[in-house]
């Protein structure tokens, strides 16, 4: 994933800030990072693994990664400015704002 948009909580009951900002998404089988498709629809939340080691993985997040796409990415920050990604969290379904990712 080349671009995510990300919160930074300025606290417990603080909105998210979203940044757009650059994430690292290994694909490794045993070290790629948790990834989450989560589906806000009709009042009901299902959160859904995804095994980006395999192509099927690959294939999902990349269907649904599109523009205004709302992400949480966590992750270690790197030297150059990115995030090397440890779990990332997808919305989809419902609209979602960046305050909500929190609650």
């Not at 299902?46 to 966590?74: C, F, M, Y």
């Not at 995030?83 to 997808?90: A, K, M, Q, R, S």
Request: no cysteine.
């Amino acid at each position: 994933m080349s671009k995510g948009v990300v919160g930074r909580p300025g606290g417990k009951n603080s909105a998210m800030q979203s940044n757009a900002i650059t994430v690292t998404l290994g694909t490794k089988a045993g070290s790629a990072p948790l990834v989450y498709q989560v589906d806000l629809t009709n009042g009901l939340s299902t959160v859904s693994p995804v095994d980006v080691s395999i192509p099927a993985g690959q294939s999902t997040l990349s269907t649904n990664l599109v523009a205004n796409t709302a992400v949480l990415a966590n992750g270690i920050p790197q030297a150059d400015g990115t995030i090397e990604d440890y779990v990332l969290f997808y919305y989809t379904g419902a609209a979602l704002t960046a305050a909500s990712a929190l609650n």
